[in-house]
């Protein structure tokens, strides 16, 4: 059995902390800050937020790491009113999934049968290791390839298909979740709206139960989560000076710890810092950042538990992004739960404060309330605001959420991910499924326990 430090304390590094302490190896796990990432809480006007991931989805990822762990679950995932929400385009609101009676129900229904057979197979995609030996990945790829039908962005995908307008904004609205422009966004992310369908979840007691079930999970297992350690260096350590006997740690306080395994749940340019190794262009393209907004209201707001106002001008938002500017209207997500409201603004990935009181931001919350009929934001409300800062203090430079971008033909299951970087060092987290969110975090977890045990 060996020791194994765990850089990054966040849901991938927690993950994968619990699979291989439950293999017997010794784990500890290094944080800069607070044990959560981009999951943690926040209190404004006397109320708490979960802040970050919002909606949790293919509960059958999560599901196969209780299995491997052992553990029955923990977080009451109750069904989210409404599934994705309602997308207010400019041809018209489009609720997702579409329901029956909406006039847009029939096209629903043959958009979701031309996505339905890769259904089946998404929990391999997202949990088995690419290997061109594998029957499962295989058969899984094959699916695949057959609904993409060659198309590699998710914007060629929608154009190839001759949605109405409202539709098709709305499915390259969501293909945003990948963390990028739909012409620069994985065909893929075309599909989760039919995949999903209505299985679009949130635990009881809110997100921040997933991040309370991981760290029971690692304490039962005697996982040693030291937060407030900083990781400042990161060295092989070489017999003879050439064979590896372990890695070096260098935590900010200036002590040294050595392990026989290190696993990075980092950005891969903060990684890439700590080896001492050129860090990636700054000019790489970027997957988005956010201003998350959380609104603590005087009285609940009577808004549906999810809305979502996408750009109306594709070109244009995107045209604004690769410039490093505020799209003039940009994608919107509002979540509404009682008297908290939280709202995500998409801006691009520049280490930049953005305060609450901006005229950009007041304008998008203006249109907030415009087109849902909600409450105005500018007034009377507490408000607790995380932006490109606050994302890039523990992640990617400038604060993209899902890191930076992976070309096109390297997106999706087709090619080798970077999951050992070298003897003794592995990766999870966001750098290796860029643009997963939860789902992929806890299956690249899943696939890096599989390698780090070696062929069975
Ligand atoms: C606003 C927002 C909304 C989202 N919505 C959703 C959603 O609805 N559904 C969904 O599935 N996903 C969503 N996501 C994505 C999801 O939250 C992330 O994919 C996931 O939390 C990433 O986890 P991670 O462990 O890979 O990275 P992180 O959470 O970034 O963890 C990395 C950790 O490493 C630590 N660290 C960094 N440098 C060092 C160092 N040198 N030494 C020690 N520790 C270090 C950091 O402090 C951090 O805790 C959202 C994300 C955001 C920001």
């Known amino acids: 059995m060996k020791s194994v430090g765990v850089l990054g304390g966040g849901l991938a590094g927690l993950s994968l902390a619990c699979l291989l302490a439950q293999r017997g190896h010794t784990v500890t796990v290094y944080e800069r800050d607070r044990a959560g990432g981009k999951l943690r809480r926040a209190a404004a006007g006397g109320l708490t937020f979960d802040t970050g991931p919002s909606l949790f989805t293919f509960p059958e990822v999560w599901r196969t790491l209780l299995a491997r762990l052992g553990e029955t679950d923990p977080l009451d995932l109750r069904p989210l009113p409404g599934g994705l929400g309602t997308q207010h385009t400019p041809f018209g609101a489009v609720p997702l999934p579409v329901p029956p009676g909406h006039p847009l129900f029939g096209e629903w229904q043959r958009y979701v049968a031309g996505v339905a057979p890769l259904r089946p197979h998404l929990l391999a995609l997202l949990t088995t290791p690419p290997c061109l030996t594998s029957p499962g990945f295989l058969r899984a790829s094959r699916v695949l390839a057959g609904v993409l039908r060659g198309h590699l962005s998710a914007e060629g995908w929608v154009a190839a298909h001759g949605f109405s307008p409202a539709l098709a904004h709305a499915l390259r609205t969501q293909a945003l979740g990948s963390g990028l422009p739909p012409q620069d966004a994985p065909a893929l992310y075309a599909l989760l709206p039919g995949l999903l369908g209505a299985e679009v979840y949130r635990p009881a007691r809110g997100m921040g139960a997933v991040l309370d079930a991981l760290l029971a999970f690692a304490r039962a297992r005697g996982v040693v989560l030291r937060e407030a350690s900083e990781v400042t260096r990161l060295d092989d350590l070489l017999l003879d000076g050439l064979q590896l006997d372990g890695l070096r740690l260098t935590l900010a306080d200036g002590s040294q710890v050595r392990h026989d395994l290190v696993v990075s749940a980092l950005d891969p340019a903060r990684l890439a ?124 430079p400038g604060g993209a959420i899902y890191g930076a971008a992976a070309p096109l033909w390297r997106s999706g299951p087709f090619h080798p991910q970077p999951y050992r970087l070298g003897p003794g060092l592995w990766q999870v987290g966001t750098g290796v499924h860029p643009g997963g969110g939860l789902p992929a975090i806890f299956g690249g977890a899943l696939i890096v326990d599989r390698l780090m045990a070696g062929p069975s």
Not at 281 to 292: N, W
Not at 317 to 334: K, M, Q, S, W
Not at 344 to 370: F, I, K, M, N
């Open 273 to 396: 810092q700590l080896r001492g190794r050129p860090a990636p262009s700054p000019l790489a393209r970027r997957t988005v950042s956010g201003l998350a907004l959380y609104f603590a209201l005087p009285e609940e707001s009577g808004l549906p538990a999810t809305s979502v106002l996408p750009p109306s001008d594709f070109a244009v938002f995107r045209r604004a992004l690769h410039a490093g500017e505020l799209p003039p209207d940009t994608l919107t997500l509002v979540h509404a739960e009682g008297r908290k409201l939280a709202v995500l603004l998409t801006v691009p990935a520049l280490p930049r404060d953005l305060e609450p009181g901006h005229p950009w931001v007041q304008a998008q919350l203006r249109r907030v309330q415009a087109v849902t009929g909600g409450p105005d934001l500018g007034r009377g409300a507490a408000v607790t605001a995380l932006g490109p800062l606050h994302y890039a203090a523990g992640g990617h």
